[in-house]
């Protein structure tokens, strides 16, 4: 089972760099983009009656947008082309999930209540 982060992510892509990996690195960023469509296809299905996922879905389809013309333009070896894609998309994952604001928002709701002057 592969999870989706920007771990997974920058993996993905320091494999694209070995010519050795390359094909490793490709087949990341195809699962990654298959499990992105999957969670686009449910939020866009549950939508109508489940609230509003619409911010949700939005980031998705920009998240598998971005993944299908990179993979195809690292498939035609023009990475030039594809890195500001990737880079856009590593944006996404990290600050788009949460991942880079939840440690600083954990540490803001756990800190000490400040005493205040009586």
């Known amino acids: 089972m592969m999870i989706i982060n920007i771990e997974t992510y920058q993996d993905a892509l320091k494999k694209l760099a070995g010519p050795g990996t390359r094909q490793e690195g490709i087949d990341m960023l195809k699962k990654i983009l298959e499990i992105k469509e999957a969670h686009l296809w449910r939020s866009e299905v549950i939508a109508p009656c ?65 005493q205040t002057p009586a």
């Open 50 to 114: 489940c609230g509003n996922l619409g911010g949700f879905a939005c980031q998705l389809n920009e998240e598998t947008s971005l993944l299908e013309k990179a993979i195809s333009l690292i498939e035609k070896d023009d990475m030039a082309a594809a890195l500001p894609m990737l880079e856009r998309l590593g944006v996404l994952i990290s600050y788009g999930m949460g991942q880079k604001e939840t440690p600083d928002l954990i540490a803001r709701l756990t800190a000490p209540a400040k």
